[in-house]
């Protein structure tokens, strides 16, 4: 049986976790619905936030998002699910001072 690597095995994780912060229900559901355990899923999440770089991700937009989406210009998803909304007149020093920020 071949192994996948582990850089697919972290998108795969990232992406999960960004679908849990999504589904609004506990973790702890939403790892037994997956099929995961609560210990993985933690650890995964505490793996990506220490050494996850910012990556975009497929936002979803369903229709309960849209209207909190329509705020913001543009919606950044980092790779541990967190969001960054960014509104049309953000001043663009502040913004490459954030993103530095993120990269680091």
């Not at 210990?39 to 936002?59: E, I, M």
């Not at 309960?64 to 960054?84: C, K, N, P, Y």
């Given at each position: 049986?071949?192994?996948?690597?582990?850089?697919?095995?972290?998108?795969?994780?990232?992406?999960?976790?960004?679908?849990?912060?999504?589904?609004?229900?506990?973790?702890?559901?939403?790892?037994?619905?997956?099929?995961?355990?609560?210990?993985?899923?933690?650890?995964?999440?505490?793996?990506?936030?220490?050494t996850g770089p910012v990556r975009f991700a497929l936002v979803d937009r369903s229709p309960?998002?849209?209207?909190?989406?329509?705020?913001?210009?543009?919606?950044?998803?980092?790779?541990?699910?967190?969001?960054?909304?960014?509104?049309?007149?953000?001043?663009?020093?502040?913004?490459?001072?954030?993103?530095?920020?993120?990269?680091?």
């Amino acid at each position: 049986m071949e192994q996948e690597p582990a850089s697919s095995k972290a998108e795969q994780w990232a992406e999960r976790i960004a679908a849990q912060q999504r589904s609004g229900i506990s973790v702890k559901q939403f790892c037994k619905e997956q099929g995961v355990t609560e210990y993985s899923f933690y650890a995964w999440r505490k793996r990506l936030r220490q050494t996850g770089p910012v990556r975009f991700a497929l936002v979803d937009r369903s229709p309960r998002r849209q209207e909190q989406a329509a705020e913001a210009a543009l919606e950044l998803v980092l790779a541990t699910g967190e969001r960054l909304r960014i509104s049309a007149g953000v001043d663009v020093d502040t913004l490459r001072l954030v993103l530095g920020i993120l990269r680091a």
